[in-house]
């Protein structure tokens, strides 16, 4: 009976003495980490300074949490705060999440992140230092009513934006602008002779540019070329093989691919041929004057 | 007999002092799982002292012949628990207060090397799980004041001797299954002893004295679905909270029914005012 109690009693302060320890090691005071996955609690607890959460888990990412902009280089590690306000972002005519950012409407990549957003008038915010310092470009004074945006660069000076505005019912106002100093400074090109929905646009070169038409309800692509850095417009044309007449409709951006151009046709947002997703790829000799049709891609082949 | 009644003594305090033991590993299964910590978080080491202390008399009662050396063993465990306890003052600040029901407990901890403020969400009294970081340090005192049974209203300094202040809530006026915006649905006038709050879609304002402001509803923030906060150049001036009596319903057209309750954010002692509707 005494061996018993001895027992029980010894194994009691021992267990006390080892939970003591234990205690004494933990952090008294906790950041909530709530049930979130466990690939988020992570995030969360990288976090725990400020409780941002990365939008995409790319390198680079954003958080549009608080009301403001954070840009993180290391997957929400560590954060930047980007001197814009948020609702600048999502100014003009726009019904999406205010939770992420227009796609499109920005660039990130090691050397350089920068921002579209504005008023009245739109304006370029970028940064080459990792968010250290920041520099500004007007893009358009007093642009109207601003619904499409696009921004990339090809190479460290020279950029363009693609913006549209002013939309009514199908017909909207489309330009086209150029960097050539980084994103300070912004000129306006001529545009194409088309009133339509933009469905894409960008340059391939700094002189080979493309504005694609028609989103709603296209019954074939709409695509303009300028090889002059913009300066003049022509319809490129794009010859159909007779069988995929309205079906494909809707030219993407081309991309250049060893001695020619390539530019994918989708069916647009009715397409059902072939499950809808299938989309045709032509090609052009002449920097995109006119195209002939190559092959059929499937989506896991065209994305 | 008086023998017999020792040892049944003595086995209960030992059995009590393993049933504390066994708490004791439950907070720490809960803790690795679910991140739980104890309300207070003192309440480790007074829960090993009464276990040992348990431990010291049960074997006391039980073995008359005990060495020196158990009840020196003993002993020195308790002064390193009482020990530990005192130095946990200095880690950690425990802010802790019981609703005047009974029913719910308002924890916050500060992290007195870093200065992190975390509120705390209580489960059975003891237990308790980290909720929110509160935005600023606390420099100087605070204060907790229970709004209603389910409504704690802490209040406490910052580091740059502003004042901030945080809502807890336990409760809800409606079903407990929908969200609701307690602005529209205290929307109309209310009148206390010399305070009137109007509710309106500009916003909300309050009536003191004669003086008016309004509180525009970016400038009003909504904790739970009990209280709102309105502030002024996002400083918090007034609580207005949801009484038990106020009942929610889902038909805006019927008529509202129970009380608000409006409290000034001061660091002094004050009390909510109960408003009642007036039109």
């Known amino acids: ?303 | 007999m008086k023998q017999n009644k020792n040892l049944i003594t003595g086995w209960i305090l030992l059995l009590f002092a393993a049933a504390l033991f066994c708490l004791q590993l439950t907070y720490f299964f809960a803790h690795a799982k679910y991140q739980v910590e104890y309300t207070d978080s003192r309440l480790f080491y007074v829960v090993n002292i009464l276990c040992l202390l348990f431990l010291y008399i049960g074997l006391t009662l039980l073995l008359r012949k005990l060495t020196k050396i158990v009840l020196g063993v003993l002993a020195a465990l308790l002064l390193v628990q009482i020990g530990l306890l005192v130095h946990m003052n200095k880690e950690v600040r425990n802010i802790t207060s019981i609703s005047p029901n009974k029913h719910h407990v308002f924890s916050v901890k500060e992290n007195l090397k870093s200065g992190e403020v975390v509120y705390y969400r209580t489960h059975y009294g003891i237990f308790a799980r980290p909720k929110e970081v509160l935005p600023n340090k606390i420099i100087g005192e605070v204060k907790v004041e229970w709004l209603a049974n389910d409504i704690a209203a802490f209040t406490y300094q910052t580091t740059d001797y502003k004042i901030d202040h945080f809502v807890a809530t336990y409760g809800d006026r409606k079903n407990g299954i929908s969200y609701y915006n307690v602005g529209p649905e205290i929307q109309g006038v209310w009148k206390g002893n010399g305070v009137e709050v109007v509710s309106n879609t500009e916003g909300i304002s309050i009536k003191e004295n004669s003086a008016a402001e309004l509180f525009k509803w970016e400038d009003i923030q909504q904790y739970g679905t009990l209280a709102v906060v309105l502030k002024r150049k996002n400083e918090p001036i007034w609580t207005i909270s949801l009484n038990e009596n106020f009942v929610v319903h889902s038909d805006s057209t019927e008529p509202l029914v129970g009380n608000i309750s409006l409290y000034k954010v001061t660091m002094e002692q004050n009390q909510p005012e109960t408003l009642r509707f007036a039109q």
């Open chain 1, 1 to 303: 009976m005494k061996k018993w109690i001895l027992s029980l009693s010894g194994g009691l302060v021992i267990g006390i003495i080892i939970s003591t320890i234990m205690y004494e090691n933990q952090t008294h005071v906790a950041v909530p980490q709530s049930n979130l996955p466990k690939v988020e609690q992570e995030n969360a607890q990288q976090n725990q300074t400020n409780g941002l959460r990365p939008v995409t888990y790319e390198q680079i990412s954003y958080s549009l949490q608080n009301e403001e902009l954070n840009i993180t280089y290391n997957k929400g590690e560590d954060w930047v705060r980007v001197p814009i306000e948020k609702d600048s972002l999502f100014v003009g005519e726009y019904n999406g999440s205010k939770d992420e950012l227009i796609p499109g409407s920005y660039i990130f990549s090691d050397a350089r992140v920068g921002f579209i957003y504005g008023t009245d008038s739109i304006l370029f915010k970028f940064s080459r230092d990792h968010g250290v310092t920041w520099q500004e470009g007007v893009i358009s004074k007093n642009f109207p009513y601003v619904r499409y945006r696009k921004v990339d660069f090809l190479n460290d000076q020279f950029g363009y934006a693609v913006l549209t505005g002013d939309r009514t019912m199908s017909q909207e106002f489309s330009a086209v602008f150029l960097t050539h100093d980084g994103g300070i400074t912004w000129d306006e090109t001529t545009t194409p002779p088309s009133t339509r929905i933009i469905a894409d646009g960008g340059f391939i070169d700094e002189n080979t540019g493309f504005m694609s038409y028609g989103t709603i309800n296209p019954d074939k692509p709409d695509l303009y070329v300028t090889q002059d850095g913009g300066q003049t417009w022509h319809a490129s044309v794009i010859e159909i093989p007779e069988q995929y007449d309205l079906i494909f409709v809707q030219a993407e951006l081309p991309i250049r691919e060893e001695d020619h151009l390539s530019l994918l046709i989708n069916q647009g947002s009715n397409g059902d041929y072939a499950g809808g997703k299938v989309k045709g790829k032509f090609i052009s000799k002449d920097n995109g004057l006119t195209w002939s049709f190559a092959m059929e891609v499937q989506p896991n082949e065209a994305e």
